[in-house]
């Protein structure tokens, strides 16, 4: 079955420092997707980022990265230069392509909280 | 552009109540619909999900019920409300393929006292 495991339940940074997310998953599925969103106080979660099973190149957009290690089945990510906006719940999803219903698995979350 | 819209946005409710949440998705046709839930602190948990007009599949046996009256329309229900169920109820829609991501609503906190 799919999992996705956040070990970080808390990560406390200065503005500025930069912020790395660590996400484990575990699939039987050869073709997936992998999914980061955000979480701010108001609740709503906001789609950031993903990636599909076949592209492991790593990419920056904006002060947003990411490390897909298939090898080791991580997907990582990085807030570079953090403000306190960053202040949220970051989440890790999986969603498999045999999966009935498209559905996403979630890890546990982040919680990022950006001091000034 | 595609919205979603979920009400009420809090909800307070006493034990053995009975509980009706609305999700309703603007601007796509034959949408996947999504009740998820978070506990506090928790991470989130998928309740149902449809991928068409009266079709609900169930992910958790649980106190809960989900309907699909209208192509653009998800409802969670219970007849009668445990103190278990208190949470935050966030409805999502996707496109029905896998590398869709899903797109949520405002969310729902409901507190069963």
């Known amino acids: 079955a799919q999992k996705v495991t956040q070990a970080q339940t808390e990560i406390s940074v200065v503005e500025k420092e930069d912020v790395t997310l660590d996400c484990v998953y575990e699939?039987?599925?050869?073709?997936?997707?992998l999914f980061w969103y955000k979480q701010p106080p108001s609740g709503e979660l906001v789609f950031l980022i993903r990636?599909?099973?076949?592209?492991?190149q790593n990419e920056i957009s904006g002060r947003y990265s990411w490390n897909f290690q298939k090898s080791t089945s991580s997907f990582n990510f990085t807030i570079t230069a953090s403000q306190v906006v960053d202040s949220a719940v970051y989440f890790c999803?999986?969603?498999?392509?045999?999966?009935?219903?498209?559905?996403?698995?979630f890890g546990g979350g982040t919680r990022v909280l950006v001091k000034p | 552009s595609q919205t979603i819209h979920q009400w009420p946005a809090t909800l307070v409710q006493p034990v053995g109540s009975p509980l009706s949440l609305e999700c309703t998705v603007e601007?796509?046709?034959?949408?996947?619909l999504y009740w998820y839930r978070q506990a506090a602190g928790r991470g989130l948990q998928l309740l149902f999900y449809?991928?068409?007009?009266?079709?609900i599949s169930s992910e958790v046996p649980q106190n809960l019920s989900a309907s699909r009256p209208q192509d653009r329309q998800f409802i969670l229900s219970s007849k009668k409300l445990l103190l278990s169920d208190s949470g935050f109820y966030l409805c999502?829609?996707?496109?029905?393929?896998?590398?869709?991501?899903?797109?949520f609503g405002n969310g729902t906190r409901l507190t069963v006292t």
């Open positions: 999502a829609w996707g496109l029905g393929v896998y590398n869709s991501p899903l797109h």
């Open positions: 699939t039987r599925d050869t073709t997936y997707y």
């Open positions: 990636r599909n099973s076949f592209d492991e």
């Open positions: 999803a999986l969603s498999e392509a045999m999966a009935a219903g498209n559905k996403l698995t």
């Open positions: 601007g796509t046709s034959n949408p996947n």
């Open positions: 449809s991928v068409g007009i009266g079709q």
